[in-house]
């Protein structure tokens, strides 16, 4: 067992189910999407993606993509939440919310991505 | 080092910089978190919690120093006590992530891995012909500031960085990407541009043999049709070259011989000789021509040998001087010492000498040697092989007849081999010719172009190097002779200050000193000598129908279509 494949899987999968947590529910309503859950997503999914750095092979640079993608989706939901909270004064209506959890939806896909090459990484190595 | 990793510097950066960014972000979340979760009040003292917003906006300024203060309320004590750990926990971060980063910048494999990927992108991103030299010493820096004087485009391979860094010194016209790398390494030589097709050359030029081996190996196996130049030292190495097919292989010690014997031989060709082959504008001065007689030869080493061989095959007779009994059961007259002192050159009959070899592996010995022969016989004929070129001053000041300094006389080689293939078959007619007609030349030619060195450069009559003239020949064209050819283009009855030498035509026939009215053809290839200007005049002359037009004919041709309208219709 190698502590830097556990830690690595670890970060991936986590960062999986935290956005795929904050994206269950019915979409448009606030009560259903925890912001903490967001934030612990947003935080994770960095974490995994600099734990990517580095990796030369052609499944790495993959891995990096779709965490690189999964960021992006994240970090444009907090922004969108972020504006509907304290700038456009409507606070999070059902329009934002929905946004902001369609969003995450496309995180959800790119981590679910990078589970999948995960899986695949293992079995092709078959150790 | 490793080469072939060169492109992953970003890589490296990442890899270095992985735990430390994890670190960073960790921290991060801890402070924004916490600042979200500790009690705080509105602006109206309601009890109220901070959003991630302005949680994250406030642990940004803060954490990054800059310190706007409490926004957007003032803070309880609770969050003051939280923001405490989080301004301790955030330079605890910043330190961390920078004193990596500058750690990973001042890593010397890192810089290495910066310096290799900046050198390939300036050869990758070379589009002109260039030059591969390989060794930056003395006579790698002769070769580069002559050829970089030629326009040339030069790429350098060096091992002593301090040599490498040398070359930004120098003030040379053009850039020269420079690689501190052993060139005996084969990726480094492909780093350096070997297979592109804009290299037009390799010199192996390092003072070791064996990696000038390495290099004519390499040359020979990764680009088969590029002409590689090998300067070695001993016979072995280059038998070993020539076992592979090098064609180039310079010896300098076996080329000083061969030019002893040209000077004793034909004074007159080995003076133009010398005229040709220098390096562009130095002065060459008309030396004492070596006598005929008693040689006295002290050292007799691998370039003793090669001398020793060269004086008896001209019919000198020839005294040794040395430590050790010739090797070989010579048949030259052995004399035992070190030819410093003058009891052994007194020994070896200097008085009755007509010249001596001062040929060992010391400069200083060699220089003792010559002075003291000079004290016993003032009127001999000193011959004097230096070693190292930074005892320059002292040889200079001493004034021997010939100095043997190996590094200037392998630069010339490659220059001459490289600029103008077509002078070694001249020179070998030159050899070979009669001295009389030598002396002819010699005395022609100096007194048009004087004593300076001038310009020796090649020019063949094709579509690329000679256009206007080519097209003008193709189709059966005019006979053009050379006469009406070397003109200047401002002034037609002024012939241009340059001469043709020898003449190559496609069906393999040469002619040497070609007559005023011989006709160029196509295909031809010329070999002229003359000064800096009078090259860019001809290139002028026959890259442009017009000035060509006018060279040959007088007609002063206008340039743009409106005007060749007008002076078609004004012509009857």
Not at chain 1, 26 to 54: C, R, S
Not at chain 2, 28 to 40: D, E, H, M, N, Q
Not at chain 2, 203 to 224: G, K, S, V
Request: charged letters at 20%; proline letters at 5%; a neutral charge.
């Amino acid at each position: 067992m190698n502590l830097e494949k556990v830690v690595f899987g670890f970060f991936i999968v986590f960062a999986a189910t935290l956005n795929f947590g904050f994206f269950v529910g019915q979409l448009d309503n606030a009560q259903h999407h925890d912001i903490y859950e967001l934030f612990a997503a947003i935080v994770v999914n960095l974490i995994a993606t600099v734990l990517k750095f580095g990796d030369r092979t052609q499944i790495g640079a993959i891995h990096l993509s779709t965490s690189l993608v999964a960021d992006l989706q994240l970090l444009a939901a907090a922004a969108v939440w972020a504006w509907a909270t304290h700038i456009a004064g409507t606070g999070l209506d059902p329009a934002y919310t929905a946004k902001v959890v369609s969003l995450s939806g496309g995180a959800l896909f790119a981590n679910v991505v990078s589970v999948i090459i995960l899986i695949a990484e293992t079995i092709m190595q078959r150790r | 080092m490793i080469y072939g990793r060169h492109r992953g510097v970003i890589f490296l950066v990442l890899r270095r910089m992985r735990a430390p960014l994890a670190a960073l972000i960790t921290i991060f979340a801890v402070s924004v978190l916490g600042l979200t979760i500790v009690p705080g009040v509105d602006a109206q003292g309601e009890p109220a919690r901070m959003s991630f917003f302005h949680a994250f906006y406030f642990i940004s300024y803060t954490a990054t120093t800059i310190g706007f203060g409490e926004v957007p309320t003032t803070f309880t004590e609770a969050q003051r006590m939280w923001v405490l750990v989080c301004i301790y926990l955030s330079v605890v971060g910043w330190a961390y992530t920078l004193g990596s980063l500058f750690a990973l910048l001042q890593d010397k494999t890192f810089q290495d891995a910066l310096r290799t990927e900046r050198f390939a992108r300036e050869v990758r991103r070379l589009s002109e012909p260039f030059y591969l030299v390989c060794g930056y010493g003395e006579t790698g820096r002769l070769v580069t500031r002559a050829l970089d004087h030629m326009g040339m485009r030069v790429v350098a391979l060096e091992m002593d960085p301090a040599k490498a860094a040398e070359l930004d010194l120098h003030g040379l016209y053009a850039d020269v990407p420079t690689l501190v790398a052993d060139a005996g390494q084969p990726e480094a030589l492909r780093i350096a541009g070997l297979e592109k097709p804009q290299c037009k050359g390799i010199m192996a030029l390092t003072n070791n043999d064996e990696t000038n081996l390495a290099i004519a190996i390499t040359a020979r196996l990764l680009a088969p049709g590029l002409p590689a130049l090998c300067r070695c030292q001993t016979t072995e190495v280059a038998a070993n070259m020539a076992s592979f097919g090098t064609r180039h292989i310079i010896n300098p010690f076996e080329k000083f011989g061969e030019y002893l014997a040209l000077a004793l031989h034909s004074p007159s060709a080995f003076h133009l000789l010398e005229w040709l082959t220098g390096i562009a504008g130095n002065e060459v001065k008309p030396h004492r021509d070596p006598p005929r007689g008693h040689w006295v030869l002290c050292g007799y080493g691998d370039f003793g040998r090669l001398l020793a061989r060269a004086l008896d095959e001209e019919g000198m007779r020839v005294t040794l001087i040395d430590r050790e009994p010739p090797p070989d059961g010579t048949r030259y007259r052995w004399v035992r010492g070190d030819g410093t002192g003058a009891p052994a050159l007194l020994e070896a009959d200097i008085r009755g000498a007509c010249g001596v070899v001062a040929c060992t592996g010391n400069d200083v010995n060699n220089l003792s040697i010559c002075v003291t022969a000079r004290e016993l016989n003032p009127g001999v004929f000193v011959v004097v092989r230096q070693n190292h070129f930074g005892n320059n001053p002292l040889f200079e000041a001493f004034e021997s007849d010939a100095s043997v300094v190996p590094s200037r006389i392998i630069a010339h080689e490659c220059l001459a081999i490289l600029t103008t293939p077509l002078l070694a078959p001249f020179l070998t007619r030159l050899k070979a010719s009669r001295e009389d007609w030598a002396a002819a030349l010699l005395k022609r030619l100096t007194e048009r172009f004087d004593w300076r060195v001038p310009l020796v450069w090649s020019v063949r009559v094709n579509a690329r190097e000679a256009p206007a003239l080519f097209s003008l020949l193709m189709p059966a064209g005019p006979e053009v002779t050379l006469e009406a050819l070397l003109r200047d283009h401002g002034r037609r009855d002024q012939a241009l200050e340059c001469e043709v030498l020898y003449i190559s035509r496609d069906d393999g026939s040469n002619t040497l000193l070609p007559a005023g009215n011989y006709a160029v053809r196509p295909g031809d290839e010329l070999l002229l000598v003359g000064r800096r200007p009078a090259r860019s005049h001809l290139a002028l002359t026959l890259e442009n129908p017009n000035t060509l037009d006018y060279v040959l004919t007088g007609n002063d041709a206008p340039g743009g279509w409106i005007w060749q309208q007008l002076a078609r219709r004004g012509r009857p």
